[in-house]
């Protein structure tokens, strides 16, 4: 079955330590992986996507993820993080080249102190 | 240009009572989604649109879920007759009829909060 695991639920981080986010995916066939964020009261939206070329993509507010194959797996990252970046975090995975249904984690709540 | 608008925001019903959702995809997308959030669960996918046709409903927990798009355009989605388990957030979505370099972004709507009592 097709699936995404996050490894955790709840982040709490202070301001400018570093950022990781786990996610795996189970999902047979070429995939395109996304990382979605919603911040408090707004909408979901894309922070950054993988669909071909280089494992090592870049979002938006100086977020990364880098896809390893070998390891289905699509980890968030970002080296110093702000206050601003207190949201939720879900990482998501549906059909290369498909206007297929997307399928997310659970999500993960990061929270940071100022 | 306008996003994806739901209709509702928030929605309070009883056990049994009917209650109708409706999602206006962004101009001009063939594609709309419905999903839905359980509480502290993950976002899972209902059912596909391409136009008016239901092109993937594998998602739909039952019969009590009733989802339309006449025209094309908007889409409502009915739950007759409610039950407790169906509180959550829902969300709909829209992109566009092709896909470009194998990818194809989904717009999200803010999402109805609908809680059954």
């Keep these: ?3 995404v695991s996050q490894h955790n639920h709840h982040v709490i981080l202070s301001e400018a330590a570093s950022l990781e986010l786990g996610c795996n995916y189970s999902y047979g066939g070429t995939v395109n992986l996304f ?3 919603q911040y408090p009261g707004q909408h979901l939206q894309l922070l ?3 669909f071909s070329g280089d494992p090592l993509v870049k979002g938006i507010k100086g977020f990364e993820a880098e896809f390893i194959k070998s390891k289905f797996s699509f980890n968030l990252r970002k080296p110093s993080v702000q206050w601003s970046d207190t949201a939720e975090y879900f990482c998501a995975v549906n059909q290369y080249s498909s206007a297929s249904k997307i399928i997310f984690g659970s999500g993960t709540r990061l929270s940071i102190r100022p | 240009e306008a996003g994806v608008t739901q209709f509702p925001s928030h929605s309070v019903i009883e056990k049994g009572q009917t209650v109708t959702l409706r999602c206006d995809p962004i101009s001009g997308h063939d594609n709309l989604y419905w999903y839905r959030r359980v509480m502290g669960k ?5 059912l596909h649109f391409v136009k008016e046709s239901k092109q993937d409903e594998s998602g739909m927990p039952n019969n009590r ?3 339309e798009r006449t025209g094309g355009t908007y889409s409502t989605l009915k739950v007759q007759p409610a039950e407790l388990e169906d509180s959550g957030v829902y969300f709909c979505a829209s992109s566009q009829a092709r896909t470009s370099g194998g990818y ?7 999402g109805t909060r609908l809680t059954v009592l």
Excluded: C, D, H, R
Aim: proline content about 4%; cysteine-free; hydrophobic content about 50%.
């Design chain 1, 48 to 50: 950054l996507k993988y």
């Design chain 2, 104 to 110: 194809n972004e989904q717009f999200f709507g803010p």
């Design chain 1, 35 to 37: 990382w979605y964020v």
């Design chain 2, 42 to 46: 993950e976002i899972k996918f209902l």
């Design chain 2, 65 to 67: 879920f009733l989802a």
């Design chain 1, 1 to 3: 079955a097709q699936s």
